[in-house]
C-alpha cells in the first residue's frame, strides 16, 4: 500500500467563519486577535509610548471631526471577505443606525490610523498593502519610534498581486497635516510623546 504524500496547509478563515468562533466562545475580545488575510493574528503588545499616543489622539481628534463623520478606537473594519482588522484609529461615515447592523467598510473607511512600536514592520507591509487593496483612501502610521507620521494616500496595485499606496509623506512633531474631515489641521506636537 502506498502512502500518499501530504503538505498540511493551514485552515483560512472567512468573516463569517471568524464571528462563528466568537459566538461558539473559542474567542472572546480579551483575546485581541485579528482576521488578516484568513489568518487569525495575535496583535501586538502596546507599549507605553502607544497607549500614549492613543490617548492622546482620543483626547484631540473628535473635536476636529465634529459630527462630519464617526471616529472608532480599535473596532474591526470589514475589508474583504477574509479581512476584518481592527485599526488603533479609523474615521468612517456617518450612518443613521452606527453600523449596529454589520461593522463599517473599506467603501465606509475615509482613513486608517495605526500606532506602531512593536508592531511597525507588520504595520508598513502587511497593514499598508492590505488597505491600499481594499481601496482605503488615506492611511496614517504614527512611527512612536522615530516620532514620525507616515501619511499614505492614491491606494493602487502597483505590480500585479501587489498593493501599496502612491504619495507617502513624513511629517516630524513639529508638523501638521490634514484630516480628510474637517477644517482644523493636526498639531503633531500635540501627540507624540
Known sequence: MLLQSWTAQPKRFTVQEYHRLAELGFLSEDDHIELIRGELIQMAARGTAHETCIRRLLRI???????RATLQCQSPITIAFDGEPE????????RD???????PTAADTLLVIEVADSSLECDRTVKLSLYAEASIPHYWLFNVIDRTLEAYSEPAQITPGQFGYLNRRI???AGAIALPVG?????LAQIFP
Open 97 to 103: 443606525d452606527d453600523y449596529e447592523t454589520a461593522h
Open 183 to 187: 477644517e482644523q489641521s493636526l498639531s
Open 171 to 173: 511629517f516630524i512633531p
Open 61 to 67: 481628534l473628535p473635536p476636529i471631526i465634529g459630527d
Open 87 to 94: 485599526p488603533d484609529f479609523a474615521i468612517v461615515k456617518n
